[in-house]
């Protein structure tokens, strides 16, 4: 723009201050590119040109093209090669530049329009028709169209904020919307959780209803309900349609139950008929009775009252008496029934006991019936009898009377017949008298019946009140649900009208709202549509740019692929060289290490072995499981401590990784039993805290056993792979020293105290008499014999180990050989040894008993510890006979023995300083030197061994 305004400036200059034509450089340039290029091929520099090239005009053919009013659409297209960056500096520039453009343009239109000096004129004319005036005036409309485009961008940035604007309103209302649901959505489903639980209770309330326990219906805050969902509405319908079938049901049952109170009540109305029948019976049968004894005290006056008569008249008349009392008896029994039950209360209380007891009582009532029918029965064939007997007697009687009658002067026949008569009447008084007594029986069963009936019927009438009181109940309960039914219909139908209401509020909202959008968005679009063109040149740059991008990714891939490979390249030779290296440097130290082993084997020293203990779930459970030993996976001779802050490292003859198994520690020492064969002495005892694994490592579990097991195994393979050559006698023997006291493990009486003795046969070795030794066939049969010494050995639990060994085991496998050729004999001995744990008193909770044990192993450990400072001082007096172990190890730890022991160790933080300590005694043990191993072989021709 400094351009323009530099050729504004210019061409001004020109005009008013230079007469004649236009003679400048500058001008004749322009001339002859006008002339070449005709107005529509005028072009402008970039901005970006500006500064390297100076102010000048230049007309360019083919690269920029022109800019016409004729093709205006274009005119912001390529030929247009301002750049995005520089547009705000343009703008600035284009405000400067306009304001002399239009002065030099209003001058013109005066000019033209003669309202000018006439002074003037012909130059302006002469300058309106210059080329450089068409020049300028291209100018002009370029840089009006320029400013238009400027302003339509701006727009479209306008419409296109204003379109981001719209969006997030609308998805903020979209969001709004949808939390107004959702929160109409949680109201409804409260409203349902409400209706529920009042459906829950209404159901709950029907039960007891039915059961006839309910107490008065609670009546529920229905105005808690607010507008439901169709989903809620179906689920209140389901629900409603639910109670409905409910109470249908209770209807059938109640309808079911009344037909049953009906039918009880019948049975009951039948019974009273029955009861009263009987009663009438009764009667009319007391009322013949009566007759008959009137008739009888008729007789009697007439015929003369007998002993005999006066005895029936007496007991005719305590007959009277009883039944004077059986009927008062009975109108007490009229009047108490008409007395209301008392226990009424009790029975309403549970409708459903009560109908059981009805049925109950229905069939006592029916039982009772059937024996009262019964009695009657029996009462009336008594009756029936005694009628007979009477009307029999009444017979009599009269026979009697008209006999008298007939012989009435005939005295002698009367005595005799009166004779007769008193000789018959005291059988028949007695028939009598027994009827009677029947009868009075009858009465009374019949009494107690009718008791049990009029109970009965107070029953019935107490459970009649109930259920009269239940039907009551109901008959308000069913008129409360239906007025909570018409209730919920009522807000079902409101929730409905509401949510409609809603849903057309919301969309009507949302129309207008969408409308809106939709007028914006039109009016966007066809702004947009406006915009295209330069949208088009942006694309074009913009596609421009891309293609170089790409190229440039590509390029970029290319070299990062090409760098990459070169990296890989040169970490792969290090790494080989690496590999090389750390090869070289496994093999120098297995070199190292052996060399360091034969020299050992020379000087005849014990080789210490370690294994960590691996920390155990229990361990974790205890909440100790924080370690301070490391072990170094490419060195396996060290072993490193953290203790008092320090890292303190110990050397020694191989170190188990924590996870080692039984298998890897044993191969460890699996040459030894191949040496004891050959007729070595082999010593292999496990030394550590407490808990630390040794005889995990010794003996093992079942499933996993150790090394006393292993080497047992492996040599009997061995001993089987020589047969034919070698013949081989192997004899073992257990014992444990407990409180420095010797047992035999595999004894029948294990409690005996065993000596250790130097042999009398003058060898010098050491002698246990009364030891058991017992020759061992195969591998299974030493498996039971183990298995034995286990049961045997003494074990407590402490709180260091559940299973602590309180006893040092020492299992003795002696391999006495024959070479079939030679005759030659070896003798070897394999001595496994399971030390009792040291322990630090205070830790393990030792008292009583196990104080005593842990001193004497400590005491005992101690003196394993002096043997082995004096066998590495290479003293001349070695204590061995301070301690019963370690004199009856003194043939394994003396000279020219094969020796192995294996410290245990734990890893734990809560142990450092056992661990410390053993591990300090390792290395002690590490330096004592046995000298070398000799072998015990004696020739068929000596009696000596050669070693
Ligand atoms: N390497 C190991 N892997 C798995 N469990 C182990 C290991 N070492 C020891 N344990 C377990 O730790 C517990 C204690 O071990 P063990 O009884 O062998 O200790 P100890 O040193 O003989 O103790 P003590 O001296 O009191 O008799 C046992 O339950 C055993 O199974």
């Given at each position: 723009m400094y351009a323009f305004y530099s050729l504004l400036v210019y061409i001004l200059y020109t005009l008013f201050k230079r007469k004649g034509p236009i003679e400048d450089e500058t001008g004749s340039q322009l001339e002859e590119g006008a002339s070449a290029q005709g107005p529509g091929s005028v072009s402008i520099e970039t901005m970006s040109r500006r500064g390297r090239d100076g102010p000048h005009l230049s007309v360019r053919e083919g690269v920029c093209t022109g800019l016409t009013d004729s093709d205006s659409s274009s005119?912001?297209?390529?030929?247009?090669?301002?750049?995005?960056?520089d547009d705000d500096g343009d703008e600035h520039l284009l405000g400067d530049a306009t304001s002399p453009l239009a002065e030099f343009l209003s001058f013109k239109q005066e000019a033209v329009g003669g309202r000018h000096k006439e002074a003037l004129h012909g130059k302006v004319q002469q300058a309106m028709d210059s080329p450089l005036l068409s020049v300028m005036s291209h100018l002009l409309t370029f840089l009006e169209r320029y400013s238009h485009m400027q302003r339509l961008q701006q727009r479209a940035q306008e419409y296109r904020s204003q379109l981001r604007v719209l969006a997030t309103q609308r998805r903020k209302r979209i969001k709004e919307l949808r939390a107004a649901y959702r929160q109409k959505l949680r109201d409804k489903m409260s409203v349902i959780g409400n209706l529920e639980g009042v459906i829950s209770e209404q159901q709950s309330l029907l039960e007891k209803i039915q059961t006839g326990g309910g107490s008065l219906y609670p009546l529920y805050p229905v105005a808690v309900l607010s507008p439901l969902s169709p989903h809620a509405q179906g689920g209140i319908h389901q629900l409603v349609e639910s109670i409905s079938s409910l109470q249908r049901e209770r209807n059938t049952l109640l309808d079911e139950l009344a037909s049953l109170r009906q039918e009880v009540e019948q049975r009951g109305s039948e019974k009273q008929k029955l009861a009263s029948d009987f009663q009438q019976q009764i009667q009319d049968l007391k009322q013949s009775i009566e007759e008959r004894e009137d008739e009888l005290i008729r007789l009697r006056t007439e015929t003369g009252v007998t002993d005999s008569e006066k005895r029936i008249l007496h007991l005719t008349a305590e007959n009277e008496s009883l039944k004077q009392s059986l009927s008062v008896t009975q109108r007490l029994l009229q009047q108490l029934s008409s007395i209301p039950s008392q226990s009424n209360t009790a029975l309403i209380k549970e409708n459903e006991s009560l109908r059981t007891r009805v049925l109950q009582l229905e069939t006592s009532l029916h039982l009772r019936a059937e024996q009262l029918s019964r009695l009657e029965r029996e009462n009336e064939q008594t009756e029936w009898r005694k009628r007979e007997e009477l009307r029999r007697l009444d017979d009599r009687i009269q026979g009697l009377q008209l006999e008298l009658e007939k012989e009435k002067g005939k005295e002698p026949e009367i005595q005799y017949i009166s004779k007769t008569v008193e000789v018959e009447s005291p059988g028949t008084l007695r028939s009598l008298v027994k009827a009677e007594e029947r009868n009075k029986q009858f009465a009374e069963q019949l009494s107690d019946q009718s008791k049990r009936c009029s109970h009965l019927e107070e029953q019935l009438r107490g459970s009649e009140e109930i259920a009269a009181g239940l039907r009551h109940k109901i008959v308000e309960y069913e008129s409360e649900i239906g007025k909570l039914r018409e209730d919920l219909l009522k807000e079902i139908t409101h929730l409905e009208a509401t949510k409609d209401e809603a849903v057309k509020e919301a969309a009507e909202c949302s129309e207008q709202h969408l409308d809106q959008l939709r007028e914006q968005f039109t009016g966007v679009q066809s702004h947009l549509v406006a915009l295209q063109p330069a949208l088009r040149s942006m694309k074009s740059n913009y596609n421009s740019l891309r293609s170089q991008v790409c190229n440039f990714s590509q390029f970029y891939e290319v070299a990062v692929t090409e760098a990459k490979r070169q990296i890989c390249s040169v970490v792969s030779e290090v790494s080989e060289a690496n590999r090389d290296l750390l090869e070289k440097y496994r093999k120098e130290v297995a070199l190292r290490r052996k060399y360091h082993e034969q020299l050992m084997e020379l000087k005849g020293n014990i080789r210490v072995l370690c294994r960590v203990k691996p920390v155990t779930a229990e361990d974790q459970q205890e909440g100790s499981h924080a370690t301070v030993v490391t072990t170094d996976l490419d060195n396996d001779s060290v072993v490193t401590m953290l203790h008092k802050g320090r890292d303190r490292t110990f050397e020694l003859d191989k170190v188990f990784q924590p996870q080692a198994t039984q298998e890897e520690v044993f191969q460890e020492i699996e040459s030894l039993v191949t040496s004891c064969i050959d007729g070595y002495n082999v010593c292999i005892f496990a030394y550590g805290q407490t808990g630390s694994g040794k005889t995990y490592t010794m003996e093992g579990s079942v499933e996993n056993p150790g090394i006393n097991q292993r080497a047992l195994k492996a040599l009997f393979s061995e001993i089987e792979d020589r047969k034919g050559i070698w013949s081989y006698l192997i004899t073992v023997s257990l014992v444990e020293i407990y409180n420095e006291v010797l047992r035999d493990l595999l004894s029948k009486d294990p409690s005996e105290k065993l000596e250790i003795k130097i042999n009398p046969d003058g060898s010098g070795q050491l002698h246990v008499p009364g030891l058991r030794v017992i020759e061992v066939k195969s591998f299974q049969h030493i498996k039971k014999i183990l298995a034995l010494g286990r049961r045997n050995r003494i074990t407590h639990g402490t709180k260091m180990n559940q299973h602590s060994s309180r006893s040092h085991a020492l299992l003795t496998i002696t391999v006495t050989g024959t070479d079939l050729t030679s005759e030659a004999r070896t003798t070897g001995k394999l001595n496994l040894v399971d030390l009792a744990g040291s322990e630090r008193v205070w830790k393990s909770g030792a008292e009583g008993d196990r104080l005593k044990e842990a001193q004497n192993i400590n005491r005992s450990l101690l003196a394993l510890g002096d043997v082995i400072q004096a066998l590495r001082a290479k003293q001349t007096h070695v204590p061995f006979r301070n301690s019963r172990l370690t004199y009856l190890l003194q043939d394994s730890l003396g000279k020219g023995n094969k020796t192995v022991m294996v410290v245990q160790i734990s890893s734990l933080e809560s142990n450092v300083g056992e661990t410390m300590c053993s591990l300090k005694f390792a290395q002690r043990v590490c330096k004592v030197e046995l000298g070398p191993a000799s072998r015990k072989i004696e020739s068929p021709s000596s009696s000596d061994f050669f070693s």
């Open positions: 005119s912001d297209s390529e030929g247009l090669c301002l750049s995005e960056e």
